[in-house]
């Protein structure tokens, strides 16, 4: 499973990639909007950082004739940009459109197995079924990803399906296991894996230090 960092900071990145961690981006309005009013000017410095990873950027209105002029200024930033459009019905019209167009989406806020096969049926290259948020609304968000796992492996879709809305570490191996071709974290998820253990990690390092250096170790050549 590949993993994508949901954070629209540069600075972010660069240390996630240089953290060999990374292998893509993922941004909504909430997340751009922190990074100044020209959404734009910050996805092209996204793209110019990372140049081969795909990089999403959400479009803003509801009708699906202004997703798509909307998509394709989006489109234009960069040529690793995937569009996010809502999995509503307008959206539907616009995902098929944008196919026509080669222009690659991802069907976002997807809660449910049957909008990620419309959505996939339409031609979205990527569904992005929000684990968490399934949760929280009463629903079994890691069965419903499961669920879409089976239906695309049977159906043989040609489509990758990217969990997100995860809240913590032991989610990444959930969703995995679940069938995710991807999962989108923030910068404070990703470096938690390795810091929430970090007192007991520490005592072992601790440990092997002690006895290292209590006995002059040392690495000759």
């Known amino acids: 499973m590949k993993l994508f960092a949901d954070t629209g900071d540069v600075q972010e990145l660069q240390k996630l990639d240089e953290m060999g961690l990374i292998s893509g981006v993922t ?4 997340i751009l909007s922190k990074e100044g009013r020209d959404a734009i000017a910050s996805l092209r ?3 110019d ?6 990089v999403m950027a959400q479009v803003t209105v509801p009708e699906a004739d202004g997703m798509v002029k909307q998509a394709r200024t989006i489109n234009a930033t960069g040529p690793n940009m995937v569009v996010k459009i809502p999995a509503t019905n307008e959206g539907l019209k616009a995902i098929a459109a944008l196919k026509k167009e080669n222009i690659r989406t991802c069907a976002t806020a997807i809660l449910s197995s049957a909008e990620a096969l419309l959505c996939a049926t339409a031609g979205a290259s990527y569904v992005a079924p929000y684990t968490g948020q399934n ?3 009463g629903f079994d968000g890691l069965r419903t990803l499961r669920e879409i796992a089976q239906m695309f492996a049977a159906g043989k879709q040609d489509c990758q399906i990217l969990a997100a809305s995860i809240d913590k570490p032991q989610d990444m191996v959930d969703v995995a296991v679940a069938g ?3 999962a989108t974290f923030t910068y404070e998820q990703l470096l938690a894996v390795c810091d929430k253990p970090s007192p007991l ?6 440990r092997f230090m002690d006895d290292w250096n209590g006995a002059g170790s040392f690495f000759s050549r």
Not at 201 to 206: K, M
Request: charged share 10%; net charge neutral.
């Open 49 to 54: 950082l990372l140049p081969a990873y795909p």
């Open 201 to 206: 990690t520490d005592y072992y390092i601790g």
């Open 135 to 137: 949760n929280i609304l």
């Open 45 to 47: 410095k996204i793209c």
């Open 27 to 30: 941004t909504n309005p909430s």
């Open 180 to 182: 995710a071709h991807i």
